[in-house]
């Protein structure tokens, strides 16, 4: 029986393979491959094989570093595979062998090391303060008593008295005790200086103070011109320069024979006559201050004894103390006179 074909039923439907949906081409694909290439293809070229390349060498070294740490711990020491890699823009790529330390195993051995350098030092220790801390009869010695430990030698006393080399002193030595000078007192060049007036000094005259002959001051003074020639004449003396107002002593002892502040040239002066191992020695000391005077015409005095005090007066240029000595041969050089009546 035959069933007649009606125009409600669904006719059957038959994909034909060129009306199949297909997928967009990528834009790459889009360029004309007739056209030409232009610097935007280009670009888009070059980042194309760029990402390849850096995911590939991404890939790469994280295959490699997984294969490294996943050595077992009981292999210290194991030699790294060869990788090759093969890629469209990559040739393969041949590694040499290596020797790489394990890392589990690297740390281990540290702290092991650390832990025995511990113990050793804790032990080390705990012996010093063993043998520190115990007496020695507890640890198997001898302990020493006082009369032991301080008493001599046995060789000592039996060495005779001819050999010992040592100064025994004899029994029969007493001890005196030393007579010492009252009022004995000690003082320094400044201080002598100060005591004098004298401002400028420049050491201290090495004389006994119960010498026969002094120098003028206590202590050594500058000179500022000497005995000899100056400006075209003969300077017959020293000018000493101590600073005005400085006392001036007698050189040795002896008479007075002028002591006037009327002494033309020499303005307040004072003339000394002397005798000096039995010669007649004459001193002048002139350009004293005014009203310092401390001596009178005849009076004997002693060495060492205070004339005046430094001045300005008379045919005087500044503060000093113009000083003659004349002896039996005329006026000499004061210094040096001096230095020779003076010297040990």
Same mark, same amino acid.
């Given at each position: 029986?035959?069933?007649?074909?009606?125009?409600?039923?669904?006719?059957?439907?038959? +994909?034909?393979?060129?009306?199949?949906?297909?997928?967009?081409?990528?834009?790459?694909?889009?360029?004309?491959?007739?056209?030409?290439? %232009?610097?935007?293809?280009?670009?888009?070229?070059? $980042?194309?094989?760029?990402? *390849?390349?850096?995911?590939?060498?991404?890939?790469?070294?994280?295959? &490699?570093?997984?294969?490294?740490?996943?050595?077992?711990?009981?292999?210290?020491?194991? &030699?790294?595979? %060869?990788?090759?890699?093969?890629? $469209?823009?990559?040739? $393969?790529?041949?590694?040499?062998?290596?020797?790489?330390?394990?890392?589990?195993?690297? @740390?281990?051995?540290?702290?092991?090391?650390?832990? +025995?350098?511990?113990?050793?030092?804790?032990?080390?220790?705990?012996?010093?303060?063993?043998?520190?801390? !115990? #007496?020695? *009869?507890?640890?198997?010695?001898?302990?020493?008593?006082?009369?032991?430990?301080?008493?001599?030698?046995?060789?000592?006393?039996?060495?005779?008295?001819?050999?010992?080399?040592?100064?025994?002193?004899?029994?029969?030595?007493?001890? &005196?005790?030393?007579?010492?000078?009252?009022?004995?007192?000690?003082?320094?060049?400044?201080?002598?200086?100060?005591? *004098?007036?004298?401002?400028?000094?420049?050491?201290? @005259?090495?004389?006994? #103070?119960?010498?026969?002959?002094?120098?003028?001051?206590?202590?050594?003074?500058?000179?500022?011109? @000497?005995?000899?020639?100056?400006?075209?004449?003969?300077?017959?003396?020293?000018?000493? /320069?101590?600073?005005?107002?400085?006392?001036?002593?007698?050189?040795?002892?002896?008479?007075?024979?002028?002591?006037?502040?009327?002494?033309?040239?020499?303005?307040?002066?004072?003339?000394? &006559?002397?005798?000096?191992?039995?010669?007649?020695?004459?001193?002048?000391?002139?350009?004293?201050?005014?009203?310092?005077?401390?001596? !009178?015409?005849?009076?004997?005095?002693?060495?060492?004894?205070?004339?005046?005090?430094?001045?300005?007066?008379?045919?005087?240029?500044?503060?000093?103390?113009?000083?003659?000595?004349? /002896?039996?041969?005329?006026?000499?050089?004061?210094?040096?006179? +001096?230095?020779?009546?003076?010297?040990?």
């Amino acid at each position: 029986m035959t069933v007649p074909r009606t125009h409600d039923a669904a006719p059957e439907v038959r +994909l034909r393979r060129d009306r199949i949906a297909k997928p967009e081409p990528h834009a790459a694909s889009l360029v004309d491959k007739n056209r030409p290439l %232009t610097r935007a293809d280009l670009r888009r070229r070059r $980042a194309a094989s760029s990402s *390849a390349v850096s995911e590939q060498s991404v890939r790469t070294s994280e295959e &490699e570093r997984i294969r490294t740490v996943s050595i077992p711990a009981s292999e210290a020491v194991t &030699e790294t595979e %060869t990788v090759s890699t093969t890629s $469209a823009s990559h040739p $393969a790529t041949v590694r040499s062998p290596r020797m790489t330390l394990s890392a589990p195993a690297g @740390n281990h051995a540290r702290r092991v090391s650390r832990k +025995l350098a511990a113990i050793g030092a804790l032990v080390v220790a705990g012996t010093f303060t063993v043998g520190m801390t !115990f #007496p020695a *009869a507890v640890v198997g010695g001898q302990a020493l008593g006082a009369a032991t430990r301080y008493s001599a030698p046995a060789q000592a006393a039996q060495v005779p008295d001819d050999q010992i080399q040592a100064f025994v002193t004899p029994g029969e030595v007493r001890t &005196e005790t030393l007579d010492r000078q009252s009022g004995f007192s000690v003082a320094s060049t400044a201080d002598i200086a100060a005591v *004098a007036g004298i401002r400028h000094f420049t050491g201290s @005259n090495p004389v006994d #103070p119960d010498a026969a002959v002094q120098w003028p001051f206590p202590v050594g003074v500058p000179t500022s011109s @000497n005995y000899g020639p100056r400006g075209g004449r003969q300077h017959e003396g020293a000018d000493f /320069t101590p600073g005005e107002g400085a006392e001036i002593q007698a050189i040795a002892g002896g008479v007075v024979r002028i002591a006037t502040e009327q002494g033309g040239a020499f303005g307040v002066t004072v003339y000394i &006559e002397h005798v000096v191992d039995g010669q007649t020695v004459f001193s002048r000391y002139a350009h004293m201050q005014y009203g310092s005077l401390k001596v !009178f015409e005849g009076q004997n005095i002693g060495a060492g004894q205070k004339l005046g005090l430094v001045g300005n007066t008379g045919r005087s240029f500044g503060a000093h103390l113009h000083l003659e000595i004349t /002896t039996d041969d005329g006026k000499v050089n004061p210094v040096a006179w +001096l230095q020779e009546k003076t010297r040990d």
